[in-house]
């Protein structure tokens, strides 16, 4: 065999084996593309941008990424990041504990991602009803809370520059206009705790076996219901942390908070290789994916293209949706 046939077949193997690679590519060309056409586009300044855009959407996409691969979906998710933002903010304004206001914001999404798991459970039904429902009980709840009023705060206390500070120390050294926050630290973090988690733990291995096979999985002893409620849970507090940042961002929280960022979450998850029928994906992949999404979002709107106004991004995105879904497929039955 040839030194260019096992080099072809060792790539297409490295394809099959790895949902990371395929979305990865695609975001290095289209940054490049953005970058020859667009002035200032390649710079740090942009990078940073980037990536600051990311880290709400990108939080919720690790909860959600562990639940598709699993086989499920939660589209209440929106709903609980307002709730972690609403338990945040009532904790940490007027002088309340920054610890307590983390472990409700984190806690009471995680409670009731849980009970959206118990209603499968005890249901049958499928998790995308389930989560229809409980988004607009939740935000019903959110209204509750807060008597529909915005929550908004001008201080800037200690705890919110942890969750969004600017790092200074890493900005100093990189050329001027580099805007990193903490928030990328925490948002990365967790995506290498979760990858480690689905990659390397026999929990990993779970959700992958529940995900592309539930019958078998039951078989070799897995307790598919306890991998999906957990997943649920993880959902859920994923969405929380999300709450936490967004309002140590804003410093301010309102009932729509969060709407419409299932929708996005799915399709970073999606556009990063996670297949919506379940048993395949990557924590990584869907980081791309979001990674990939505000990169188009930037370059579109710096384009200034007619006919794709800055509003209407999300033809954009539904277009990214579904060339990711046909080349994800495409390149698994090549490889």
Not at 63 to 87: H, K, N, P, Q, R
Not at 224 to 239: D, E, R, T
Not at 246 to 255: A, E, G, H, M, N
Request: no cysteine.
């Amino acid at each position: 065999m040839s030194t260019a046939a096992i080099t072809t077949k060792t790539f297409r193997h490295w394809l099959a084996r790895s949902p990371v690679v395929g979305p990865l590519i695609t975001l290095v060309v289209i940054f490049l593309l953005f970058s020859v056409r667009i002035p200032g586009f390649f710079s740090l300044r942009t990078v940073s941008n980037i990536i600051n855009a990311t880290t709400l959407v990108g939080t919720v996409t690790i909860g959600i990424t562990m639940l598709m691969i699993s086989g499920e979906f939660d589209l209440s998710v929106g709903a609980l990041v307002a709730v972690g933002g609403y338990l945040f903010a009532f904790n940490t304004i007027d002088g309340g504990s920054p610890l307590l206001a983390i472990v409700l914001a984190v806690l009471v999404p995680a409670l009731l991602g849980a009970l959206n798991g118990l209603i499968l459970i005890w249901t049958g039904m499928p998790s995308f009803i389930i989560t229809l429902g409980t988004l607009s009980i939740f935000r019903g709840g959110v209204w509750l809370l807060s008597g529909g009023s915005l929550v908004q705060t001008l201080d800037r206390l200690p705890v919110y520059e942890v969750f969004n500070g600017r790092l200074d120390v890493l900005n100093d050294l990189l050329p001027a206009g580099a805007n990193f926050r903490s928030a990328m630290l925490w948002m990365f973090g967790l995506v290498l705790i979760f990858q480690y988690v689905l990659t390397r733990t026999r929990y990993g291995n779970h959700v992958m076996a529940v995900g592309g096979n539930p019958g078998a999985a039951r078989a070799q002893g897995v307790n598919v219901k306890l991998v999906k409620v957990v997943n649920f849970i993880i959902s859920g507090a994923m969405a929380g942390v999300a709450g936490v940042l967004l309002f140590s961002q804003f410093r301010s929280v309102r009932v729509a908070t969060g709407a419409g960022v299932e929708l996005d979450a799915i399709a970073a998850a999606v556009v990063g290789g996670t297949l919506l029928s379940g048993g395949s994906g990557s924590i990584l992949g869907g980081m791309v994916g979001v990674l990939l999404i505000s990169t188009l979002r930037s370059g579109v709107v710096r384009l200034n293209i007619p006919f794709i106004p800055a509003d209407n991004f999300e033809a954009v995105v539904g277009v990214t949706i579904v060339a990711a879904a046909v080349l994800n497929h495409w390149i698994r039955r090549r490889a």
